[in-house]
């Protein structure tokens, strides 16, 4: 059974907006860090925003001011709304729900977001 379900990629101009959507389970989600992170064609995986079970909430410099996560515990589902969408944003996202590393967490299967004319 997959922790983590992702949806909310596609294809979009830039300037536009996407939301990304990761559904898991209630345990994970009052007890985890959640996290999206993203890897483009030929880079490293980076990590782009994260919430706290507390909801605190950090964010890559390259994303600040564009992007916002949030939790909504009736589901329980993490977003991530992503607005004034660049091309460099193109990449595959992935949610992950770790303890400590994030490599030892749960990932996410992805989901593509392009933002091109």
């Known amino acids: 059974q997959r922790q983590l379900v992702e949806s909310g990629g596609g294809l979009v101009q830039p300037g536009g907006s996407l939301r990304l959507s990761c559904a898991t389970s209630g345990y994970i989600f009052s007890t985890y860090l959640m996290a999206w992170y993203r890897q483009a064609p030929g880079k490293q995986r980076e990590l782009v925003a994260s919430?706290?079970?507390?909801?605190?909430?950090d964010y890559a410099d390259s994303v600040k001011g564009r992007f916002t996560i949030s939790r909504d515990s009736t589901k329980p589902t993490v977003h991530l709304q992503m607005n004034n969408l660049k091309p460099e944003d193109t990449a595959v996202y992935y949610c992950?729900?770790?303890?400590?590393?994030?490599?030892?967490?749960?990932w996410g299967r992805g989901t593509q977001v392009t933002a091109s004319s």
């Open positions: 992950n729900a770790a303890l400590g590393s994030a490599d030892d967490g749960y």
């Open positions: 919430i706290t079970s507390a909801g605190n909430t």
